[in-house]
């Protein structure tokens, strides 16, 4: 079974940081690529990262980029977004979420699975 719990949200003042964990278990994550996204109230789902297994990573969002990092780290099976400067932009739910395939050149937002998530607040 697997099984992808996101920890690490929560409310913060703009300008903090916060560090997002996403555990797996049931499998080992270097078989996988690792995707973070993330949604809004009222938005669309945004995928801000996805991480290969292994070579360069495609980036699809030039909007976070500068201020959020994402990370993985295969033996422990346990990757990291790592996200500072946040801004009243980033409330959201994050999501992390693998798929057996390579990441594609232009952002589908589609793994076959993904944790429940959990809640970015930014006080403005």
């Known amino acids: 079974q697997v099984q992808l719990v996101e920890s690490g949200g929560g409310l913060v003042q703009t300008g903090s940081s916060l560090r997002l964990s996403c555990v797996a278990s049931g499998m080992q994550l270097r078989d996988y690529r690792l995707g973070w996204l993330r949604q809004g109230p009222g938005k669309a789902r945004e995928e801000l990262f996805c991480l290969n297994r292994f070579g360069p990573s495609p980036l699809y969002s030039t909007a976070v980029s500068v201020r959020f990092t994402a990370s993985r780290d295969n033996a422990k099976n346990t990757p990291y977004l790592q996200m500072d400067a946040l801004n009243p932009g980033d409330p959201a739910t994050y999501y992390c979420?693998?798929?057996?395939?390579?990441?594609?050149?232009?952002?589908?937002?589609?793994?076959?699975?993904w944790g429940l998530g959990t809640q970015v607040t930014v006080s403005s």
């Open positions: 979420a693998v798929q057996r395939n390579r990441c594609p050149e232009v952002s589908e937002g589609f793994y076959d699975y």
